[in-house]
DNA sequence: CTTTCTCTGTAGTAATCACTACAGAGACGC
DNA sequence: GCGTCTCTGTAGTGATTACTACAGAGAAAG
């Protein structure tokens, strides 16, 4: 991978470009994004600004780049949304997502610094926002296919697309929770949510069946 | 209330804080709070900075203040949850939930800004954080109340206030989503939404009655 | 008139921001 | 040796930030 073999304290691009990503990660999770300074991430990084601007063009593209990194840290360390492989759907759905709401209890780096750039309107985040949307349509996509595999090839496709809409929405409303109350418990209210999301999922089947 | 009675462009200190509060909460909604400067909303409310400084200590106190009264202005149109005059809990809840998802497009100022000081940690903020916590725990209490209310004197308290949360965690979660997308329908997660809450609404009071 | 109070206008402050110019260090190929 | 490429260290840039010092305008009170 790395372009040299390195052997003591000498320069190697590809681990002080991780020493960034890690210390910028970490400095917008503490402070926020725009407290995260490239001067905070020099600091912390041990690594001068210019080593900074020589791995990434600009602050916007190394927040993208650590939105992107984060993201896929968390797919590894989070049950596969891929296959199936409970009895039912709500068998399937309380482990991944009690997996992954467990894990939203430390935040990870891109859904907090995401939320913050859809938020935060300016054209300074674009490759940040644009970044963490991609990565949304992602998610969505997967948890759809997860749930249209789980209630058959004959189910209504909107129906999953709307699920998983759902399941992203209430997963960043408990991000935001989860910054008001320290201590909340993940479990209970995804036992709500669960039961919400059955009944969402039979009356929608329902009604669809019923219209065609 | 003005403690002098003004006349032609000669300075009012009750209409030139207003000024100076719109200024600043349409900044926030255009540009996010970081990019509401004082030097914009200076420019914008036509006041010079020293006006700002004189009105409000800093920049904090000011937009713990834009928080406040856009959540008051945004109480005013919005139907009371105060007296439920719906039958059931159903429909009050479609009503008043119909009207606050509504409003909800506009994305009123103190909710916005209030999420972006939440995710933003920064001591900066301290004041209004501590507006917009005041807020929430304002909109939960009337939000119990009413569910409460609607249920009946016997029904479960904690009840009422997990339900009181959920409405507030899936708020928070439209409002971003609707930053994703400019043309959602609130009317159609609202249905999906009351569905969600009427199950566990009659799931959660089944094991409350069976408990105890 | 003079005094007093509220608010505004002008002109700044130091600090911090993202970002850069540029030389050079150190390992490689030849 | 010599050039080349990758990455770092030093030292800065101008722009923007929140915030302030201070005089004075203008109306009311005496």
Not at 22 to 39: F, M, P, V, W
Not at 65 to 80: D, H
Not at 87 to 96: K, V, W
Request: no cysteine; hydrophobic share 45%; glycine share 8%.
């Amino acid at each position: 991978m790395s372009p040299r073999a390195q052997t003591g304290g000498v320069p190697d691009g590809a681990r002080s470009k991780d020493k960034i990503l890690a210390a910028a990660a970490q400095l917008a999770k503490e402070r926020g994004l725009h407290g995260a300074t490239i001067a905070a991430v020099s600091q912390r990084s041990g690594l001068p600004a210019s080593s900074i601007y020589w791995h990434f063009s600009d602050k916007d593209a190394l927040f993208a780049e650590v939105i992107r990194t984060s993201f896929a840290q968390w797919l590894g360390t989070v049950p596969q949304w891929t296959a199936p492989d409970a009895a039912t759907l709500h068998e399937g759905l309380q482990s991944i997502l009690g997996a992954s709401t467990r894990t939203l209890r430390d935040v990870p780096d891109f859904l907090r610094i995401g939320m913050q750039v859809l938020l935060d309107q300016h054209d300074e985040h674009a490759s940040a926002r644009e970044a963490f949307l991609a990565i949304r349509s992602q998610t969505a996509a997967m948890i759809t296919a997860y749930v249209r595999q789980a209630l058959g090839p004959d189910s209504d496709r909107t129906l999953a697309e709307d699920l998983a809409t759902l399941v992203i929405t209430f997963s960043e409303g408990l991000l935001v929770g989860s910054q008001v109350y320290a201590d909340w418990d993940p479990d209970e209210y995804l036992e709500v949510f669960l039961g919400m999301f059955d009944h969402a999922a039979s009356s929608r089947a329902q009604s669809a069946s019923r219209a065609g």
